[in-house]
Structure formats: C-alpha cells, structure tokens
C-alpha cells in the first residue's frame, strides 16, 4: 500500500504536457513540492538502467516514489543545478549547492555526484528544522532535558552532540541556539562556524566554511575569538586541529555547542583521546556528552503481541508491531522518537577512567554506575511502552547493543 501511495503523487506527471516549455521546471516542481507535502526529509535521484528512479526519505526510510524515463535526467540535473548555482555543464564532478527561499533561508541543499548512469542527485530538505523552537520540542527524556537545560545556562564548557549521520543531532544543536537566543534577548554574543550552515537563526551570527578562501574550521575558530562571543556553535569537530582551538574556546570562558561523529556517547571520549587530546582537557573542558538517535513512531494502528517470536529475541514481557493504514501509508510508522543517553564526563568515577585511558567499554560500563541510562535501555522502555515495535529496536540499533533476551 505504502509503495503505491507514494507513486500515485508522481502519477500526475502523466498530466504534463511533455511538449511545453515549461516541462521539466513544472517535473522538478511536483518532484519538490510532493517531498515537501509527505515531509520527506531528502530526496534521491537515482539514475538506473531503467530510467530516474525518484525516492523520498520518509521518518528514515528511503522510498521508492516512481521511476521517470531515463531522458529526462540531463534536463531535471540541469535544472537542479540551476536552481541551486551550480555549474550545470560540468557532469564529471560532484557539486555540492543550496535552493534558497524567497526570505533568504537555506532550504534545500542539493548535491551531484557522476555515476555509471548520469548523476545522482541528493536533495536535503530543511523545512522541518521549524518545528523545533524550544528545548522541549525535541522530545528528551525529562531528566536529560533538565540537564541540557542547566548545561546551557553555563558560561563555559563544552556540550558534544553526537550519533551517526541521520540522527538528528544538528537538529538538537540549531535548537539548542534558539533556546539561548531566546531566553538571553540579544543579551548573549552568539556565533557559530558551520560547513554548510543549513538554518538561519535569528539573534545568531553565522559564518560558513570556505576552503578556497583559506578558512577551514581551525582558522576561523580562532578568528572567531576575537569577536567577543560568549557562545560558540561549530558544525563538526573533525580533526585534531579542530578539536584543539574548540576545546581551548571551552576552557577560556566560552560556551561551546558542536556535533561529533561518535556510536555512543563514552566513544566520543575514546575517539578524542585517539585523536591526541589529553584527559585533562577532555575532563575539564567539556560539560556533557549527548548521544541520540530517531526511530521509526507506531501508528495508531498498531496492535499489541504477546508472541514471543515477535520480541526478535528482546528482553519484553510485550510488543507492539505494525499494521499499516492510510494515515500511515502503510508502513504502520507515523513520525519518530528521539533516544538520548548524557555522559557527564566530570562525574568522579568517570574522571578516574578517563585518565586511566580506558577502552569504550570500561567507559560505558562506569557512566552506567554513574547513573547514566543507554541508547538499548531507553530503547527497550520505548517498545515495551508501544512507541516503537523490536523490529524498528534493530533497525535503528543493531544486535550488538540490544538487550537479549536469555536462553537460560
């Protein structure tokens, strides 16, 4: 069902005039507008032996909408490109530009890559970032919102967002500066250095990365310190370098906000200490360590199960698993949960493992005695409250991190 609602949308193409002028600009159109009207959050363009496959990215999840015949790629790319100030005749390198609206925001980023077939395009759609104004927005489980709440009322430090790409974790940053902005009206110096900035936000001075003209993240940190700000928002900690002039913002009076690639949040720790960053630095120069990830929400269509085969081996007394339904074009998935874990790395357990150079697993293991709840806990507690079924707990998670349920 979901397949064949999805492909309905793009059936309307069949009621263009092929001959107009304007028939590829009203194709891209109806191919943005349709991702816009089901809150896709990408769209990729796939060319194909068969033709350009078009799929959305639905809660996570990519779609196929329809395949559009294969003469139309050179065309829609081109007009892609336009829309977004790239190059539109070269075909041979990846591009990367941005669709800007009327008010000047980013909306939609636009990538190209040459494939074997013609060039795949990627389309991030940004729209969604609105939704989230405020702290409580996002979802966190209250005692992790009460403790990002008083970590930003702190003058210094830094706050690490991370989890893999997908996993919302600039969506948490960019909302993070709203709440300060708010709440300090134009009384804080806010500033953030961004590859590429993806939202504005008001009461914010933003800045973007530009390798040509020399300022890589590095340079344009330390650049950036003698703007007298008081908050500093970095897009991604990278490097060492990186690392380095941040983490040093952090321990002279700044407030850092920054995303970090990491699985969890003790590997953030293990990750900067491989990276060269003493423990000293990484206890006293940041405050927390916020890991997340988005599943899949049931739709109220769900039904309950008590068939054990159903749990995929998780430690549940009960489940939930998915139907499908019109409101959820059949996928028995109706928008998504946030899971969060908070690593507090001056916890003094922690602060004796850390030194100690521990592995990831010493790490977690201590945070857990800390107090700390993980990503596969707070996992188990959605499924078993119906918010999520197990199948969406090892989509999102894995094996290796679920708790099992024992064979003894």
């Known amino acids: ?23 590829v600009i009203e194709v891209v159109d109806l191919i943005l507008g349709e991702a816009a009207l089901i809150s896709a959050s990408d769209i990729h363009l796939l060319p194909t032996s068969a033709g350009l496959e078009v799929l959305y990215r639905i809660d996570g999840v990519l779609h196929l909408a329809g395949t559009l015949p294969g003469s139309l790629l050179p065309n829609v790319v081109g007009r892609l490109k336009l829309l977004a100030n790239m190059i539109t005749y070269r075909t041979d390198i990846p591009q990367e530009g ?15 890559f040459p494939t074997h077939f ?42 690490l967002f991370t989890g893999p790409a997908g996993s919302g974790k600039t969506t948490t940053l960019y909302t993070c500066l709203r709440e300060l902005a708010t709440a300090s009206r134009g009384g804080r110096s806010l500033m953030t250095l961004e590859d590429p900035i993806e939202m504005l936000v008001p009461g914010v001075a933003q800045a973007q990365i530009n390798q040509a003209a020399g300022l ?6 330390r650049s950036m310190m003698r703007q007298d700000p ?21 321990l002279t009076g700044h407030l850092l906000l920054c995303t970090f690639h990491a699985g969890s949040a003790a590997a953030v720790i293990s990750r900067l200490a491989e990276m060269g960053i003493e423990p000293y630095v990484i206890i006293s120069g940041i405050r927390a360590i916020v890991c997340q990830r988005l ?19 998780l430690d549940l007394t009960g489940a939930w698993v998915t139907v499908g339904c019109s409101r959820c074009r059949g996928t028995g998935y109706r928008g998504r949960i946030m899971l969060a874990e908070i690593l507090n790395p001056n916890d003094r357990t922690l602060r004796r ?22 990503l596969s806990e707070r996992a188990r507690q959605s499924v078993q409250a119906g918010l999520t079924d197990p199948a969406e707990f090892r989509r999102v998670l894995g094996i290796s991190t679920s708790p099992i349920r024992s064979s003894v």
């Open 1 to 23: 069902m979901e397949q064949q609602t999805i492909m309905s949308s793009l059936g309307r193409l069949a009621s263009l005039d092929a001959k107009s002028p304007t028939y």
């Open 98 to 112: 941005r669709i800007l609206e009327s008010g000047g925001d980013v909306e939609k980023r636009v990538s190209t």
């Open 230 to 250: 008081e908050v500093i928002g970095v897009g991604e900690i990278r490097d060492l370098a990186t690392a380095e002039v941040a983490l040093q913002a952090s």
């Open 353 to 374: 493992a850390i030194r100690a150079h521990a592995d990831i697993v010493r790490l977690e293991e201590t945070a857990v005695r800390s107090g700390m709840v993980r």
């Open 216 to 221: 890589d993240l590095a340079v344009g940190l």
């Open 118 to 159: 013609g060039e795949k395009v990627v389309i991030r759609m940004f729209g969604g970032f609105t939704q989230f104004q405020r702290l409580q927005d996002l979802g966190l489980p209250e005692e992790i919102l009460r403790s990002l709440s008083g970590f930003l009322n702190e003058t210094s430090g830094a706050i």
């Open 295 to 313: 599943m899949r929400r049931l739709c109220t269509c769900a039904r309950a199960t008590d068939d054990p085969n159903d749990f995929l081996g």
